[in-house]
């Protein structure tokens, strides 16, 4: 069997296709073995109709292949969904609690301040570190807002490419399904990279799951 993935799909689709042939009415089965004549003992079939039969149980297992691959890429992507919305609500929270601490921190800074103004002097050295930490402090926090946002967009990106990718699967198959052209090479480009896919997921034993 040759070693690469295409080579191994080709095999398979020149694979010849053993016909059957009745025993004819004239053929005298005690003098002449009808199987070495390629004759067969079982009634032979209409030639149309075995060929219709075939084609059919072809596209039965075809499409089921199809749906399963379908399912599970629908699965995948719903998988990346919850997993990423997860960590937005995640994002959202920590968003809320950092606002929240912050709108007590600036309470209390500013109750410091007015009550420093009360009884200090305005010359005094504590209104002057007071403004020094007030431009840290806002600093942090766009530092932290920046942060923020990066996750978020980091989230938003990764759902996006999710979406995508399956997207981009769906008009694959959908074009390997149509049957209003000859689809050969295409169909054989996508078995080649699924059976690739499946090798480089597989175990190190070897065994394709």
Same mark, same amino acid.
């Given at each position: ?34 199987? +070495? ?7 032979? *079939?209409?030639?149309?109709? !075995? &060929?219709? @039969?075939?084609?059919?149980?072809? #596209? ?66 504590? +209104? ?7 431009? *840290?402090?806002?600093?942090? !926090? &766009?530092? @932290?807002?920046?942060?923020?946002? #990066? ?59």
């Amino acid at each position: 069997m040759p070693p690469n993935g295409r080579a191994k799909v080709e095999a398979l689709l020149k694979k010849p296709r053993v016909i059957k042939r009745s025993i004819p009415a004239l053929f005298d089965a005690t003098t002449r073995s009808p199987i +070495f004549f390629g004759y067969s003992f079982e009634k032979q *079939k209409n030639p149309v109709d !075995e &060929a219709l @039969e075939s084609e059919s149980a072809l #596209r039965t297992k075809e499409d089921a292949i199809f749906d399963m691959k379908i399912k599970y890429q629908n699965d995948k992507l719903q998988s990346t969904r919850a997993s990423e919305r997860g960590k937005l609500q995640a994002l959202t929270q920590k968003e809320s609690g950092l606002q929240l601490k912050r709108e007590k921190q600036w309470a209390k800074r500013q109750a410091d301040l007015e009550r420093a103004k009360k009884e200090l002097d305005p010359s005094d050295v504590f +209104f002057k570190t007071n403004a020094s930490q007030d431009i *840290k402090t806002r600093d942090q !926090e &766009a530092f @932290e807002d920046a942060e923020l946002r #990066r996750q978020q967009q980091n989230i938003d990106a990764r759902m996006l490419a999710a979406e995508q990718e399956c997207a981009q699967f769906l008009e694959q198959v959908a074009a390997l399904r149509c049957l209003d052209k000859p689809l050969g090479d295409l169909r054989l480009t996508f078995h080649v990279e699924e059976l690739e896919r499946k090798r480089s997921e597989a175990p190190i034993s070897g065994i394709i799951r």
